[in-house]
């Protein structure tokens, strides 16, 4: 499988950008997928997942209420609406996959991704 994302650079604080994360060459059509990101010394979190269906997601509490993750499953594509930008999102934010695991599995690192995308760099300029 492979994961190719788009999006991401420099962007101000309170900012809306639009990623999305385009998935190829996968053996399974039940699959979570979620963005993950690491900030310099920082472990890597899951900040928003998302089930196969879209039934189920997950929002890191540094997120919730601000980010808004989605699919479309017959474009094989995940998408990531980051709102209201502060500085302390800045980080390298990559896309992951994890094969029959729910949004939590995913997120919490219960379950941990089979793919994972190259990662792009995300600045958020006060």
């Known amino acids: 499988g492979q994961l190719v994302e788009s999006g991401g650079g420099l962007v101000q604080a309170g900012g809306s950008p639009k990623r999305s994360c385009s998935a190829s060459?996968?053996?399974?059509?039940?699959?979570?997928m979620g963005w993950f990101r690491q900030a310099p010394g920082e472990e890597r979190e899951g900040v928003p997942c998302i089930s196969w269906r879209g039934g189920s997601t997950y929002y890191s509490d540094s997120v919730k209420g601000r980010f808004a993750i989605s699919r479309d499953n017959a474009k094989s594509t995940l998408y990531l609406r980051m709102n209201s930008l502060k500085p302390e999102d800045t980080a390298m934010y990559y896309c992951a996959v994890r094969r029959r695991g729910d949004a939590f599995d995913l997120c919490s690192g219960r379950r941990p991704p089979n793919y994972w995308g190259q990662g792009t760099q995300v600045t958020v300029s006060s």
């Open positions: 060459g996968l053996t399974s059509d039940d699959y979570a």
